[in-house]
């Protein structure tokens, strides 16, 4: 625009070529106009449809990814406890185990105390009846 105001002999260059390319494309465009914007008002209506049912398009990308990861973390620590389940159960198991053998072991250990106790008494008695009495 403002080379055609400094100089009057291209702008009247410059207005006949318009008029000219004007005067062409004008029958092509009232030919066009109608199909065109039918197919404009189709990718209109196909856009709203997009947005409404698939709402994460009004997302910022800076949000999805986070959530992505967010979720992708999740997962991860899922995995991490499936994978370490059946180790965390052997172990249990163990301690378990273990925790009812010493208690079978306490729980035992007077009985056998008895057991001992009362086979020394027997036996001591069978010796006091066997043998005569000491002389003092």
């Known amino acids: 625009a403002g080379t055609k105001r400094s100089h009057p002999g291209l702008r009247r260059v410059c207005e006949g070529l318009e008029n ?75 301690s378990w185990l273990a925790a009812r053998l010493e208690g079978a072991q306490d729980r035992g250990r007077p009985l056998v105390d008895r057991a001992v106790e009362t086979a020394l008494a027997t036996s001591e008695a069978l010796v006091d009846r066997m043998l005569p009495p000491a002389e003092d």
């Open 20 to 94: 000219g390319v004007t005067a062409v494309l004008s029958p092509v465009i009232a030919t066009l106009e109608p199909p065109i914007s039918i197919a404009n008002e189709f990718a209109c209506k196909g856009l709203d449809w997009l947005e409404t049912a698939f709402p994460v398009l009004h997302t910022p990308t800076e949000q999805l990814v986070a959530s992505a990861k967010t979720k992708m973390a999740e997962l991860q620590d899922l995995v991490s406890v499936a994978a370490n389940a059946p180790a965390d159960c052997v172990s249990l198991g163990v």
